[in-house]
């Protein structure tokens, strides 16, 4: 019954604003840490970002840093991903995750491995 569900992608233009939604059922987000992940045609599937409400943190590649920013929104089960100055290397496939519990301290919140639930993705296009 564990589900997530992403959507929110599309085609933008650089310089442009998208804002990911990922609607999670089965399971409290105040209880798990979610992750987004992005992987474009030829390259590796990375992290992009984390959010954990229990512990209240996040975390963001570098490459984003300063442009992405993840939320939730507990009472509506929803995590966030506003992505804003989108430059075409951020094309991809969006994905978000659970992570697993019992992970946050023995493992990098972006090994993908740690994540037991994904969503089924959403394209974000970036080009003129």
């Known amino acids: 019954q564990v589900q997530l569900v992403e959507s929110g992608g599309g085609l933008v233009q650089p310089g442009g604003s998208l804002r990911l939604s990922c609607a999670a059922s089965?399971?409290?987000?105040?209880?798990?840490?979610i992750g987004w992940f992005r992987q474009a045609p030829g390259k590796e599937r990375e992290g992009v970002a984390c959010?954990?409400?229990?512990?209240?943190?996040?975390a963001y590649v570098d490459s984003v840093q300063g442009r992405f920013t993840i939320s939730s929104d507990n009472f509506e089960n929803t995590v966030y991903l506003q992505m804003n100055s989108l430059k075409p290397e951020d094309s991809a496939v969006y994905y978000c995750?659970?992570?697993?519990?019992?992970?946050?301290?023995?493992?990098?919140?972006?090994?993908?491995?740690?994540?037991?639930?994904w969503g089924q993705g959403t394209q974000v296009t970036v080009s003129s």
């Open positions: 995750a659970r992570r697993m519990r019992g992970t946050r301290t023995t493992m990098p919140w972006n090994v993908a491995l740690t994540y037991d639930y």
């Open positions: 089965g399971f409290r987000l105040d209880s798990y840490g």
């Open positions: 959010l954990s409400s229990r512990y209240g943190s996040t």
